[in-house]
């Protein structure tokens, strides 16, 4: 299943690589851009696009990390970062999308995942002229093919290049240094126990990240997120919690909450105070700050490092 | 362990009991032992099972030098008996006691079949309440989520008396589908008005949509604590009712003639009711099917006089939700279900199959 994953992004990777050179080569309209998005449809843009809407918050922060964000026209409700995002008007998300807002704002694309929007929208959105694309990652090498495609969509290759670069020698870095030999287990909290425990298991960014650092992912058994049992985090005693749990600013903060809970006493991770709270969506996002969160997790685990701190 | 329908086994104890009981009217030792015997059996069979699988032995010897009051053995799995499984399982029969204790009383008061906390609304008014009050940031000083409760039973009262009276309007004789009418027209409109709690909410979105989802997971023994107090007061007042309602499960003039203050007996009622659900909700969110289902399993059992279903609606509904809370902790380990899922799951089934025999019965 995996490797299919990989082999399938890989193949659009060569498709897109082939269809640009193809594009050139043939002599069509100068400047136009083709690109396959990340479903396998193909789009053709006349020129790059400089009117865009976004509606996830990971193609927003790939917008502005590739120097494409002033293109920006429209964004998705969860568009957190970076702040300037803000200033952008909101065309809501998932279902609640406003279709009409985003064809008032007249883009030449929009950016979008799987599952947001109906087949219905998607034509309403096409036979009013807005290209829809859709970047869908599921793990890092998807982010790569997300930042090129997007890179060639927005004109900015070179760019978008090296981003890629940037983050492929973090992360090569990063694994290196890890001293980690993959016994050590981390327990990731995405919701509190108040609500019912929620946790990242295979097939996320942070058992990626985790893996990469030498460590295991304490629920590595489970798939994608979920709910899960409070004994089971007690039994499998991880060595390690990152809690990416949000803080409202009133009540005990996500690490007091963990360090106060009855029954948490004797876990490993408790004991030591080895609690991480990431309150930036650092390691859930398929975005460039995915290396941010990794190297938060590694000064976490394994102490600040020259070569990190540089 | 033992098998999964607990209520059976009662319906296979209780009729050596139940006979005599029949002609004491009430609810005669045997019967309570009964009842009490197979909850506690569940009980145990509740904290000995779950999600990390702990030998019986030390799951005992935890436990006992617990209440002992001994040292408590170094056992591993000590944190998660006594910290984990034990007050959920205790939240879960309080909880589910209390609820079916609610949807007895209110079957009965309204002569309804079908009445519920969750089918008249009186549960999602609730949690509106519950909401607002997280939303709007009230809260009582110095008690910590007293604030959620208190606005969850004035939600629920509140949505009982305007359920109640517009019904009274539209049909005098209160039938049972106009009320079921009204209650699912106030369950959708209620859940409109939360819909635009939460748009408005900002930052308390969160835990407001998380906490409509409602779990029990994570509770604790004030928790539980806090369910045993409004069960014991509020039970007691609903139990001591039961003459009265038996009377009005005759109609409501026959109880009056017979003597019975209708009105006063009826407000007392539906505001014991109301506390209960309140409490419920800010604790466990909502759970559906629970307040239904039990009282109908029960009067199988028992027969229609009230003077048994209430007693036995508290065991037997203690004894379902631990079932079901037992299904969703390990149906799926380590993953969780919430718990509304099995309880909704088993109590339609449940639901269609005994109204299917009733409706044959009479037929």
Redesign the interface.
Known sequence: MKFRKVFAIVLALAVILALTACGGASGAKKGAVTVTDMTGREITLEKPATRIVALTASDCEILYAIGAGDTLVGRGEYCDYPAKVLDVPSVQSGYDTNIEQIIALEPQVLLMSTMAQTEEQIAALESAGVQVVVSDAHDIEGVYTAIEMIGALMGKDENAAAVVDGMKKSFAELKENAAGDGTKTVYFEV?P?????WTAGSGTFMDEITRMLGLRNA?D??EGW???????V??RNPDYIVTIT?Y?GEGPTPEEELLS??????VTAIKNDAILNLVDNELSRPAPRLVDGAKMMYDFIYGETAENAA | MRPDPGVREEGAAAPSSAMPALRREGFGPGAYLAFAGVMVCTMILCVCAGSVSIPVRDTVRVIAAAVLGREIPAVSARSIILSVRLPRVLCVALTGAALSLCGAAMQGLLKNPLADGSTLGVSSGASLGAALAIALEITLPGIPFAGTMVMAMLFAFLSLILILSLAYRLDFSLSTNTIILIGVIYSMFISSVLSLVIAFAGDHLKSITYWTMGSLAGSSYKNALVLLTALGLCGAVIVCHARELNAFAIGEDNARHIGVNVKRVKLTVMITVSVLIGVCVSIGGTIAFVGLVTPHMVRMITGPNHKRILPASLFGGATFLMLCDLLARILFNPVELPIGVVTSFIGAILFVVIFYQSRRAHA
Do not use: C, N, P
């Open positions: 919701s126990l108040e609500y019912g425990l629920f058994d489970v979920a709910s899960i049992s409070e004994e089971q007690l039994e949000m409202f809970r009855s029954g948490w006493e004797d």
